[in-house]
């Protein structure tokens, strides 16, 4: 099956910074969705992005799809944006969907 | 405003002691998802619906069964309770886009505990 791989798994942000979270997937994929899961554990869905690139607000996501790989970018980070973000891909055939294990986020005041 | 409602959103039950978990949505939405999300580890996916069309992952055990009575109603009904059942369970709604899914909406899930 498709594999996902996300990096960092862990990441410290000082309240202000930037960051890039990464996605690699093994195979060619129908979809690929960017998820934030608060502390609470709800999981909320940033982006639907099977290529091309998105922006909403502080966050833009860019997928490459040729390449098999996703990137996440968070600019001027806050304490709210900490939690876990998930990178979930669909397989070609199709409503599989297979997360990568994430990567746990933390913004310091 | 709710969209993919979950009830109860804290469930426990007793080893062995069958337990029934709902979900229900309000976006019409064609698939529904059941996940399983354990401590620290990404959500797995059960099974899903694709309207009245069931269908279940290779490794899900048979321990887990589904129930889809309308388009608005989707349960999970784990037969027989194991410790190693303990987890965050998320249900997930999406429109087919087509032959493949949309942007998926998630429940805020139930916390299972198996004493």
């Known amino acids: 099956g498709i594999q996902v791989e996300q990096s960092p798994p862990d990441l410290i942000l000082q309240e202000g910074a930037n960051s890039t979270l990464r996605c690699n997937f093994s195979?060619?994929?129908?979809?690929l969705q960017w998820f934030h899961q608060n502390p609470w554990g709800q999981l909320i869905n940033l982006f639907y992005i099977p290529s091309g690139t998105k922006q909403n607000g502080r966050l833009s996501a860019t997928t490459v799809a040729t390449e098999r790989y996703s990137l996440l970018y968070i600019s001027s980070s806050q304490t709210t944006d900490s939690g876990v973000y998930f990178c979930?891909?669909?397989?070609?055939?199709?409503?599989?969907?297979?997360f990568g294990a994430g990567t746990r986020l933390f913004v310091k005041a | 405003d709710a969209m993919v409602i979950q009830n109860p959103r804290y469930q426990v039950t007793q080893f062995g002691k069958p337990v029934t978990l709902s979900c229900s949505q309000t976006?019409?939405?064609?698939?529904m998802y059941w996940y399983q999300q354990k401590s620290s580890q990404a959500p797995k996916l059960l099974f899903h619906?694709?309207?009245?069309?069931?269908?279940n992952e290779a490794d899900t055990p048979d321990n887990f069964q589904s129930r889809r009575p309308n388009t608005s109603f989707c349960f999970l009904d784990i037969r027989s309770p194991g410790l190693g059942d303990a987890a965050m369970y998320l249900c997930?709604?999406?429109?087919?886009?087509?032959?493949?899914?949309?942007?998926?909406?998630f429940g805020p899930g139930t916390r299972l505990t198996v004493l």
């Open positions: 976006l019409n939405h064609n698939v």
């Open positions: 979930a891909v669909e397989n070609t055939g199709g409503f599989k969907t297979i």
């Open positions: 195979d060619s994929v129908n979809n």
């Open positions: 619906y694709y309207d009245k069309d069931f269908n």
């Open positions: 997930a709604t999406s429109r087919d886009n087509p032959g493949r899914a949309d942007t998926q909406y």
